[in-house]
């Protein structure tokens, strides 16, 4: 069978359906501003970016207001796949975020799951300019903004839970740069006033606690607009409240692969403190909480908390897709462990948000493996599906309990809702806000190509317009093409990050005029007035190399891309869930080997062979991967599986004992069923 889940007749007959809804839906539309451009009308932003306020310290970068941004391209068709599956569907299939709601003044569910879904639909749908998602994003929006309580509380009245607003403010803030909606900001202002006014008497907890730099990143937004001093008080006391997570990464002391005994799961109903330190969403989101402090703090040393982070999560439970292990807590680095969907995309936001304060190009190297590898890895190729955990070594979905270390059996299964519904309604935001975050503002008024994805971008630069367009087929491939469309009459700097794995051959050229060659790890920096019609070309050589990972274990990659032994594989259908299904996926062909690599192999000295590949559109698919890696193999008979788990790699290097084959990986992301952690073969 194929590498993703056959189409139903039952989603045709769903999405006929649907088209109707759709109809209906597209004569809802709210100006919620008379002076509404209409561009903003079709969410492309013309507003320019804005930037700290005095007296906190600038950023390396700003984000642009959402619409600054449009994809095009291979990316295009990646978000519409989206918008056509359960990103623009989910509410017509999942009760959790359908018409009953809380976050729609409904009897149901009333916590987080609105939140995330609008988090990241909102996003999708102007930068799609879908009017049928924009209409199902704004009944949320609506709701929210017209049952304000007078005391600024916002949402259902039936918890007072801090968290689930704190993920509603980043939808409103989306929402509120897209349409410049005038309603947005003061209710914002209600809401952080009576926030300041409560927090002392009903301080964060929970989730809330370990979660607080997304709220302080919305107050931070509120105040470069208005100013207002009480938000600094207000900053102040939510890092008060929230849990230190410097002080924890300064002493980090959850080494290897936790257990629910050792962090005492148990206890609390696992919201004890060891059990919300260890969970691995916690540990994505706080990713961004040392880089938010510093802007409040102006320490220096606030600034280092990010790297200092990330170096820890790496060293002990980092895995080879880029992630690292969180099943649902911190797991180890064996690449047979999970990664949660919702700890992927939270970790993608906080490089996004890192990045932008910090502007360490490394970032932009990291934000581009996930999203490249992890983010598609998790779901089929119609995005109909996803699973809660995927693994890096995935030799089978199934119903199985191992390897997990504190979720349950259906926790790799592809399906609508599995093992736990935070990451179907969560998992939205992952594509839009990357598309959001592959241009940044500089503080000399210019521009920073952060990621790259083909797109095009409309903003203002002192005033002026500035449009220009992305051709590229990148990761893919190795040409980066920007063509200037409109840029003023002053000097714009442009920035373009060389990523730290293009050591080689690196070329750059304007207008077809070669320019200094840019070294790796760095911004390069072209200053000039430009012209319509200019065009920059970059050139990223593309090579495959090997990485070095948990017991000698040798993993491939080239470029931003992660690579995999694909397993032929055989979908099982566990139930129908209306247009969308459960599905298990077992091996078909073998997968036990180990590779005649070494971290110093290059194509040069015939250790690998990358070629270019058909490239499908959207293109993380198995039948056109868009580029391939030969390797020379050999089977490790003693290397197996045991309950749907590969079991420990034996120790490299390992002796051959059975013929040596060439197999032929591709992107990970395309792999269903894959290896991507291999033994060494001896020499």
Same mark, same amino acid.
């Given at each position: 069978?194929?590498?993703?889940?056959?189409?139903?007749?039952?989603?045709?007959?769903?999405?006929?359906?649907?088209?109707?809804?759709?109809?209906?839906?597209?004569?809802?539309?709210?100006?919620?501003?008379?002076?509404?451009?209409?561009? &903003?009308?079709?969410?492309?932003?013309?507003?320019?970016?804005?930037?700290?306020?005095?007296?906190?310290?600038?950023?390396?970068?700003?984000?642009?207001?959402?619409?600054?941004?449009? +994809?095009?391209? =291979?990316?295009?068709?990646?978000?519409?796949?989206?918008?056509?599956?359960? /990103?623009?569907?989910?509410?017509?299939? =999942?009760?959790?975020?359908?018409?009953?709601?809380? =976050?729609?003044?409904?009897?149901?569910?009333?916590?987080?799951?609105?939140?995330?879904?609008?988090?990241?639909?909102?996003?999708?749908?102007?930068?799609?300019?879908?009017?049928?998602?924009?209409?199902?994003?704004?009944?949320?929006?609506?709701?929210?903004?017209?049952?304000?309580?007078?005391?600024?509380?916002?949402?259902?009245?039936?918890?007072?839970?801090?968290?689930?607003?704190?993920?509603?403010?980043?939808?409103?803030?989306?929402?509120?740069?897209?349409?410049?909606?005038?309603? %947005?900001?003061?209710?914002?202002?209600? !809401?952080?006033?009576?926030?300041?006014?409560?927090?002392?008497?009903?301080?964060?907890?929970?989730?809330?606690? $370990?979660?607080?730099?997304?709220?302080?990143?919305?107050?931070?937004?509120?105040?470069?607009?208005?100013?207002?001093?009480?938000?600094?008080?207000?900053?102040?006391?939510?890092?008060?409240?929230?849990?230190?997570?410097?002080?924890?990464?300064?002493? $980090?002391?959850? @080494?290897?692969?936790? @257990?629910?005994?050792?962090?005492?799961?148990?206890?609390?109903? /696992?919201?004890?403190?060891?059990?919300?330190?260890?969970?691995?969403?916690?540990?994505?989101?706080?990713?961004?909480?040392?880089?938010?402090?510093?802007?409040?703090?102006?320490?220096? *040393?606030?600034?280092?908390?990010?790297?200092?982070?990330?170096?820890?999560?790496?060293?002990?439970?980092?895995?080879?897709?880029?992630?690292?292990?969180?099943?649902?807590?911190?797991?180890?680095?064996?690449?047979?462990?999970?990664? *949660?969907?919702?700890?992927?995309?939270?970790?993608?936001?906080?490089?996004?948000?890192?990045?932008?304060?910090?502007?360490?190009?490394?970032?932009?190297?990291?934000?581009?493996?996930?999203?490249?590898?992890?983010?598609?890895?998790?779901?089929?190729?119609?995005?109909?599906?996803?699973?809660?955990?995927?693994?890096?070594?995935?030799?089978?979905?199934?119903?199985?309990?191992?390897?997990?270390?504190?979720?349950?059996?259906?926790?790799?299964?592809?399906?609508?809702?599995?093992?736990?519904?935070?990451?179907?309604?969560?998992?939205?935001? /992952?594509?839009?806000?990357?598309?959001?975050?592959?241009?940044?503002?500089?503080?000399?008024?210019?521009?920073?190509?952060?990621? !790259?994805?083909?797109?095009?971008?409309?903003?203002?630069?002192?005033?002026?317009?500035?449009?220009?367009?992305?051709?590229?087929?990148?990761?893919?491939? &190795?040409?980066?093409?920007?063509?200037?469309?409109?840029? /003023?009459?002053? *000097?714009?700097?442009?920035?373009?990050?060389?990523?730290? =794995?293009?050591?080689?051959?690196?070329?750059?050229?304007?207008?077809?005029?070669?320019?200094?060659?840019?070294?790796?790890?760095?911004?390069?920096?072209?200053?000039?007035?430009?012209?319509?019609?200019?065009?920059?070309?970059?050139?990223?050589?593309?090579?495959?190399?090997?990485?070095?990972?948990?017991?000698?274990?040798?993993?491939?990659?080239?470029?931003?891309?992660?690579?995999? #032994?694909?397993?032929?594989?055989?979908?099982?259908?566990?139930?129908?869930?209306?247009?969308?299904?459960?599905?298990?996926?077992?091996?078909?062909?073998?997968?036990?080997?180990?590779?005649?690599?070494?971290?110093?192999?290059?194509?040069?000295?015939?250790?690998?062979?990358?070629?270019?590949?058909?490239?499908?559109?959207?293109?993380?698919?198995?039948?056109?991967?868009?580029?391939?890696?030969?390797?020379?193999?050999?089977?490790?008979?003693?290397?197996?599986? %045991?309950?749907?788990?590969?079991?420990?790699?034996?120790?490299? +290097?390992?002796?051959?004992?059975?013929?040596?084959?060439?197999?032929?990986?591709?992107?990970?992301?395309?792999?269903?069923?894959?290896?991507?952690?291999?033994?060494? #073969?001896?020499?």
């Amino acid at each position: 069978m194929s590498n993703t889940r056959p189409s139903s007749r039952s989603r045709r007959t769903f999405l006929k359906q649907a088209g109707a809804v759709a109809a209906v839906a597209a004569l809802h539309s709210r100006c919620a501003d008379a002076s509404q451009t209409s561009s &903003e009308q079709t969410g492309t932003s013309s507003k320019g970016v804005v930037k700290n306020r005095a007296p906190l310290a600038p950023n390396a970068f700003f984000t642009l207001p959402l619409g600054s941004i449009r +994809p095009t391209g =291979w990316l295009l068709a990646q978000l519409q796949t989206q918008a056509s599956g359960l /990103g623009g569907h989910l509410d017509e299939v =999942w009760p959790d975020v359908g018409p009953k709601s809380g =976050w729609l003044g409904g009897s149901g569910e009333s916590w987080e799951r609105g939140p995330y879904f609008v988090d990241g639909l909102v996003p999708l749908a102007y930068q799609l300019g879908d009017e049928r998602l924009k209409a199902k994003a704004q009944k949320f929006i609506e709701w929210t903004i017209m049952h304000q309580a007078p005391s600024g509380m916002i949402g259902p009245a039936s918890n007072e839970d801090w968290w689930p607003r704190m993920v509603m403010l980043k939808a409103l803030i989306q929402y509120q740069e897209a349409t410049s909606d005038p309603r %947005v900001i003061p209710l914002l202002e209600r !809401y952080f006033g009576y926030q300041l006014r409560t927090l002392k008497s009903r301080p964060l907890k929970d989730w809330g606690k $370990f979660r607080w730099q997304d709220n302080a990143l919305a107050v931070i937004w509120l105040y470069n607009r208005n100013g207002d001093a009480q938000l600094l008080d207000l900053l102040r006391l939510l890092h008060a409240q929230g849990f230190d997570w410097q002080a924890n990464f300064a002493d $980090f002391k959850y @080494t290897s692969a936790v @257990t629910a005994t050792s962090i005492k799961l148990d206890t609390g109903g /696992g919201l004890g403190d060891l059990a919300l330190a260890t969970h691995g969403v916690n540990n994505g989101q706080a990713l961004k909480a040392a880089p938010i402090w510093s802007i409040v703090s102006r320490n220096p *040393e606030d600034r280092k908390g990010f790297q200092q982070m990330l170096d820890a999560l790496d060293r002990y439970h980092g895995l080879p897709n880029g992630m690292f292990s969180c099943d649902e807590h911190l797991a180890g680095r064996s690449p047979a462990q999970g990664s *949660e969907l919702c700890t992927v995309v939270e970790t993608m936001f906080s490089l996004e948000q890192s990045l932008a304060i910090l502007g360490n190009p490394s970032i932009g190297d990291r934000l581009e493996v996930l999203a490249f590898n992890a983010l598609p890895g998790t779901f089929t190729d119609d995005m109909w599906a996803h699973q809660y955990d995927q693994e890096s070594n995935q030799v089978e979905v199934s119903l199985h309990r191992k390897p997990w270390t504190t979720d349950g059996p259906e926790s790799n299964i592809y399906g609508l809702a599995p093992h736990f519904g935070c990451c179907t309604a969560n998992f939205h935001q /992952g594509w839009p806000k990357f598309t959001s975050s592959l241009w940044m503002a500089s503080p000399d008024d210019g521009l920073a190509a952060v990621a !790259y994805a083909p797109c095009e971008l409309h903003t203002t630069v002192r005033g002026e317009p500035v449009k220009l367009s992305v051709e590229t087929e990148y990761p893919f491939r &190795e040409k980066i093409r920007i063509i200037i469309q409109e840029a /003023g009459e002053r *000097e714009l700097p442009i920035r373009l990050r060389i990523p730290g =794995w293009a050591k080689a051959g690196v070329t750059l050229h304007v207008n077809g005029v070669p320019q200094p060659v840019p070294a790796a790890a760095t911004f390069a920096i072209l200053r000039r007035t430009w012209k319509r019609g200019d065009q920059i070309e970059l050139m990223l050589p593309i090579t495959a190399r090997v990485l070095p990972g948990h017991n000698g274990s040798l993993s491939v990659r080239a470029g931003a891309l992660v690579f995999s #032994l694909p397993i032929d594989q055989d979908w099982l259908k566990l139930r129908d869930r209306g247009p969308a299904s459960d599905w298990q996926v077992f091996p078909a062909s073998s997968w036990n080997y180990a590779i005649a690599a070494t971290p110093a192999n290059l194509p040069s000295n015939g250790g690998l062979k990358l070629s270019q590949a058909a490239m499908g559109s959207p293109p993380f698919t198995r039948k056109a991967p868009g580029l391939t890696i030969d390797v020379t193999a050999s089977k490790v008979p003693a290397w197996r599986a %045991v309950d749907g788990v590969a079991e420990p790699m034996p120790p490299s +290097p390992v002796l051959k004992t059975e013929p040596e084959e060439t197999i032929v990986l591709i992107p990970y992301a395309a792999a269903k069923l894959r290896i991507t952690a291999f033994p060494q #073969l001896k020499n």
